[in-house]
Structure formats: C-alpha cells, structure tokens
C-alpha cells in the first residue's frame, strides 16, 4: 500500500508499519495504554513492523498521519449519538455483559438509573422487598448493584432464599431487554415511589428536630418558644429529634465518646470542650469521665494553650462533634437513649405511685 502525498512516491508502507508508525509517534507514554488494548495477533504484527522498519523520513511519516487523520473523517461529518450508536461503540471493546451494566446506568429522562437510586436506600429495606420477589428476580437486582450494597442486602435475606440467590448467580443471567424494563417499571410502582412518598410526608416535629440540631443556641430557643407558642402539638416530637451538646449526659451512651473523638477532627474537639465549660460542663465531664487519664491530661494541657474564639465558631464546633454522634447512631455502632419530655416523666411516676398503692392495698 503506497503512502500518500509526496513521500509515497519515494516509500512505500504497508498497513501494520503504518500503525507502527502512528503508535510510535505516540510517545512511550501515551502509547502505554494504546499497546496494552492491542490483542497478540496484532501486537505480533505491530513488533515485527516496527522491529524491521529502517530510518522513515520525516517526510513520509507527516504523510502517514494525515493519511491517518483523514481516515477518520468520514463523507458525513455530523456526529451521532444515542443509546443505539453508544451500544454499537462499546461492542468494539468490552463484552455484552458489560454494555448491559454500563447501558443500564443510562436514564435520559430522569439523571440516573433504577440501580443508581437502589444503592441509595436503606439495605434492610430492599432486603425485606426483594425477600418477597422470587430468586431469580433478586439474582438480576443484586447483580446490577455494586459488590458491597449487594453483599449488604443478601446478608439480610433470608439463608434459604439467600441460597438460591447464590445459585441463580453462579451461572450466566441471561435477561432480554424487554424483562429487564418491565423489572424496572415494577421496582420503581412497588418500592421506590411509596418509598418517596413516605419521605415526603415524614413527621413535621421530626423534620424540624432534625433542623434544629445545627442552628445556635440564642436561635434555636426563640424557635423553640416559638413552637411552644404556636404548635405546642409537634413540640416532643421536636425535642425528641434534637441531639445537642448539652444532651450528651442524657443522651449519649458512654461508649460512644471514644468513638467520636476518634472520628472529629481535633480542633473541633478542644473548642467543643473549651466552650462546653461555659454552656454544658455536665457533658465536658461526661466526655473525660469516659476516656482515659491520660488522654485527659494531653487535652486539658492542649486547651489551655487554644484561644477562644467567637460563640458562633464554638457552636459550630460543638455541632461537628454532635453531627459525629448522630453518624455513628445512624450506622447502627452505638444506640441512643430515648428522649424522655416532662409529660412522659409525670406519666412513669404516676404510673409508679399507682402500682405502688395497688400493692399496699
């Protein structure tokens, strides 16, 4: 095959020596990863190519890209795109498999993809839903989720259906494009969207609680007298949903310290504490009463050289530790102990002086 332009009359290249060219012209770094897709048939050829190639002129290698260049060009420039030419591209080099996963994170229409929104919920929800599905169905869904979420949810599946599963995965799902949509469509109508809809009806004292755990004292108060006021009826639900600093003692079980201290950065830590002797000392000396004397010592010498500085830094600071807390609860590493609202302690001791006239009687 003669090269193109002036140098073709001189040289004459064949195709392999021509894409030895192009890759060498490359650079070793840039033609690293070229090489490395390259199958052994063609690699073969592409080394002897190049091994038996003498001295190309400039010349005639300026000629060999542009022929290259050209190439790519095609008659009708227009690029085009869609799901049918992105499936046709990715044929090129990855298997039928892999286009399926890579094609069903696709979802033009709303940003993201039915496995996407599934690796955002709660494991031991889609556990329990997909616990009602048949195993080949939880084989497909488990399949399309990432390793670690997939492992999360057949952990809280049933052993004997979890078998099942395993056994549907060991061979090759085979799933038609058309099953597939129809598993989505159902997945989506079933847990999904009641799923939104419970968020979006979530209890307002609840919500608010939650709102609250990050706003400063002096407005949090008003907000709260604010409520008392004018929704007295979501108050506890409130109060139950806020975890301050001051609620350490109460709230917070003494395991938990050393895990948070672990996890919240230093700073955070020693101004939390520097400005917990103002507003919370019962909680600073729950904090020290729950780790060890010596690190007790290394803190109480770090604070006594930090500056303080504004309320609303140390505020924010106690908020970071407190965010640490609720993190770990979350996580299901340390539980919470229940708020309890006056109404709730003059109902136990109610509940208690009755019990104890009944027994006197």
């Not at 073969?44 to 290259?68: D, G, I, N």
């Not at 498999?97 to 889609?126: F, H, N, P, Q, V």
Request: charged share 30%.
């Amino acid at each position: 095959m003669a090269s193109a332009g002036p140098a073709g009359a001189r040289l004459s290249l064949t195709a392999p020596q021509k894409a030895a060219l192009i890759v060498a012209a490359l650079g070793p770094e840039a033609a690293g990863p070229v090489i490395e897709q390259i199958g052994d048939k063609h690699l073969r050829a592409f080394t002897r190519a190049y091994a038996h190639m003498q001295t190309v002129p400039r010349e005639a290698l300026k000629a060999v890209v542009e022929e290259f260049v050209s190439e790519l060009v095609t008659e009708d420039s227009d690029f085009r795109g869609g799901l049918d030419e992105t499936r046709e591209f990715l044929s090129q080099f990855k298997t039928s498999d892999e286009i399926t996963r890579l094609m069903d994170d696709i979802d033009i229409a709303g940003g993201e993809s039915i496995w996407m929104k599934l690796e955002r919920t709660d494991d031991d929800k889609l556990a329990n839903y997909l616990a009602t599905q048949r195993p080949q169905i939880i084989a497909v869904v488990l399949s399309k989720l990432n390793t670690e979420k997939a492992s999360n949810v057949l952990n809280q599946i049933d052993s004997d259906i979890a078998s099942k599963v395993i056994l549907c995965l060991s061979k090759p799902l085979d799933v038609n494009p058309q099953a597939l949509a129809i598993l989505m469509e159902t997945i989506e109508r079933e847990f999904l969207a009641p799923m939104r809809k419970t968020k979006k009806t979530r209890n307002p004292g609840e919500m608010i609680g939650a709102m609250m755990n990050n706003v400063i004292t002096e407005k949090r108060e008003t907000l709260l007298e604010v409520i008392t006021n004018a929704a007295p009826e979501i108050l506890k639900d409130v109060r139950k949903s806020m975890l301050t600093f001051p609620d350490i003692p109460t709230r917070v079980p003494a395991n938990a310290i050393p895990m948070a201290i672990k996890e919240v950065e230093l700073e955070d830590f020693l101004l939390a504490v520097k400005f917990g002797r103002q507003n919370a000392p019962s909680s600073v000396e729950f904090i020290f009463s729950n780790i060890s004397q010596r690190m007790v010592a290394q803190y109480e010498e770090q604070l006594e050289e930090l500056k303080m500085t504004s309320v609303k830094d140390a505020e924010i600071a106690q908020a970071n530790f407190m965010t640490v807390i609720r993190k770990l609860a979350k996580s299901g590493e340390i539980t919470l102990v229940e708020e309890t609202s006056p109404e709730d302690d003059e109902n136990a001791d109610a509940s208690e002086a009755k019990t104890g006239d009944e027994a006197a009687a």
